[in-house]
């Protein structure tokens, strides 16, 4: 079973940076699709970003050329780079694991707070 723990969230202001770590347990990493999400208040939760085992990777036009994903093999782990933050990137951010197993199963992580003002 696939467990994911995020971190690296906080307070930035608009125009700054952060990196979001999503750190996965379990042997099957390397092979799955990984995906960041947010939910802002009051919205439903939206697809941001996914990259492959192969390291190939989409995102949603919101963030294109501003957020980059990536992901360490080797340490279990993905990413998530936001630079040029704006006020409308707060919400919680959730990394999503799979679809994987005969099941499709699909597993989140408790998400991380990313809130922008100044």
């Known amino acids: 079973q696939v467990q994911l723990v995020e971190s690296g969230g906080g307070v930035v202001q608009p125009g700054g940076s952060l990196r979001l770590s999503c750190a996965a347990s379990?042997?099957?990493?390397?092979?799955?699709?990984m995906g960041w999400y947010r939910q802002a208040p009051g919205n439903q939760r939206e697809w941001v970003a996914t990259?492959?085992?192969?390291?190939?990777?989409n995102y949603a036009d919101s963030v294109k050329g501003r957020f980059t994903i990536s992901r360490d093999n080797f340490k279990n782990t993905v990413y998530l780079q936001m630079n040029s933050l704006r006020p409308e990137d707060t919400a919680v951010y959730y990394c999503?694991?799979?679809?994987?197993?005969?099941?499709?199963?699909?597993?989140w992580g408790q998400g991380t707070q990313v809130t922008v003002s100044s």
């Open positions: 999503r694991a799979g679809p994987y197993g005969p099941d499709n199963a699909i597993i």
């Open positions: 379990g042997s099957i990493f390397s092979i799955l699709p």
């Open positions: 990259i492959y085992k192969i390291g190939s990777s």
